[in-house]
């Protein structure tokens, strides 16, 4: 072997032995300086080792016999060097098999032990319990060997000859006894629940339906005075519409007629501006060229006249001297002067009517115009014949013509000028 340095996994301890120590090296996972044939290097598995203890047909303190399985988790312990010590002491040079077999045998015997010490229905009923001794009274022991007990659990419990089924049986005939009663209480309990359930539910229903009741009538109450308050409130409304509606339609009414008087006044007014326009256009036209022609001839007739006497005056003195003669001649032409006078305002009358019936004529077509307007308006006439008389357009135009022809008539009894008699002297 060569000098160095030897290694091992965290899994495994090196025991270095000879030169140089008083007593072995321990080294648990990790590397030593080994000095080869004067020191010796051994390796002590750490590894957890997993142990079926069995324990068949051991007899309890009732000696009953029954089988046991416990399963046990055992190490060597590799941090404390006392332990780890004591376990090279005990294990160096064997095998884990070994091991294994040296710790089983120990377990098996201490939960042999256990056993014999409890009855069945503690070992059936407190499995912990049991656990819990055989763990302490293996690790105690062990211990000794720097063998740990990291777990111990019980599997499984057997029974040949039938007591832990009796047991069972017992059991589970208290259980379903147990559990008949409870039903039957459970349900006595449940039918009793059930009716006192019923009988609230029956007066809470009453007491309901006395409230909704009450509820109503005092709605129906309410309803009915709110009723009779809407139905006032809406009478009055319709009411008041209708009066308001009335008014309004009076009011209306009252505009309209005011619109027609204001139209109609409108109409007055424009017939009276229309009519004093053609008075004041007859006015421009005959009445003041008359008048100033009247006018003009009076002043002529006055000046004339007053020419005539101043001159009569004038020559008064010399006219003495021709006598009676000359005094008849100036006579004479003073009577023919009033004479024209005279015939000139005759014509000026005659001028004013003659006036008159030439504005009448114009306005005579206007007039048969308006009275033809409606027949020229007319979609469709529908005459009826009595077989006597004209028809068709000649009817028209002769009603036409009979209403133009009262028209003079009409003229006379307004102005009275007589239309036909100017038109003939004419």
Known sequence: MVWGFVTCGPNEALVVSGCCHMKPLLVPGGRAFV??????????????????????????????????????????QGQNEDMLLTACEQFLGKSEAEIQHIALVTLEGHQRAIMGSMTVEEIYKDRKKFSKQVFEVASSDLVNMGITVVSYTLKDIRDEEGYLKSLGMARTAEV?????????????????????AEEQRMAARFLNDTEIAKAQRDFELKKAVYDVEVQTKKAEAEMAYELQAAKTKQRIKEEQMQIKVIERTQEIAVQEQEMARRERELEATIRRPAEAEKYKLEKLAEANRNRVILEAEAEAEAIKVRGEAEAFAIAAKSKAEAEQMAKKAEAWREYREAAMVDMLL??????????????????KITMVSSGTGEVGAAKLTGEVLQIVNKIPDLVKSITGVDISRSVHAG
Do not use: F
Not at 44 to 57: A, H
Not at 362 to 377: C, G, R
């Open 362 to 379: 114009d306005t005579l077509p206007k007039v048969a115009a308006e009275v033809a307007a409606p027949l020229s308006q007319a979609k």
């Open 35 to 76: 000095w080869p044939s004067v020191q010796r290097v051994q390796r002590i598995s750490l590894n957890t080792m997993t142990l079926q203890v069995e324990s068949p047909t051991v007899y309890t303190s009732q000696g009953v016999p029954i089988s046991v399985t416990g399963i046990a988790q055992v190490k060597i």
């Open 176 to 196: 379903k006894r147990d559990a008949r009663i409870g039903e039957a209480e459970a349900r006595c309990d449940a039918t009793i629940k059930e009716a006192i």
